[in-house]
């Protein structure tokens, strides 16, 4: 199972830090990832991390503002969100199971956090 949250309403230039807590099998080292889907949008790749946190992969609309971080102690990946646009207002996303862009990969899916940036 996971849970995400963290999301609210940011001015643009600003951060916000997406937390995903996973339990049960989606738990112990599991690569998990973020998914967006804006306002009359098809859901879109953010970004995955694998199990061990050695490897990261973004979408280019993201890459060099976002971090994907893990801490496998707590079962939890983070998606710290700097510079924030009004186009990264979306309902944000946490899947697990699976390391890549294809979200018809992952098995296992959060709620969704909000995140809306105004300009």
């Known amino acids: 199972q996971l849970q995400a949250f963290g999301g609210g309403l940011v001015q643009a230039g600003g951060s916000l830090r997406l937390s995903c807590a996973a339990s049960?099998?989606?738990?112990?080292?599991?690569?998990m990832g973020w998914f967006r889907q804006g306002p009359g949008k098809e859901r879109e790749f953010v970004g995955c991390i694998s199990g061990n946190g050695m490897g990261i992969m973004y979408a280019d609309s993201v890459k060099g503002r976002f971090t994907i971080s893990r801490d496998n102690v707590k079962n939890t990946v983070y998606l710290q969100m700097n510079s924030l646009k009004p186009e990264d207002t979306a309902v944000y996303y946490c899947a697990a199971g699976y390391y890549g862009s294809n979200s018809d990969g992952y098995r296992s899916w959060g709620q969704g956090t909000q995140v809306t940036v105004s300009s």
């Open positions: 049960g099998r989606d738990a112990y080292r599991t690569p």
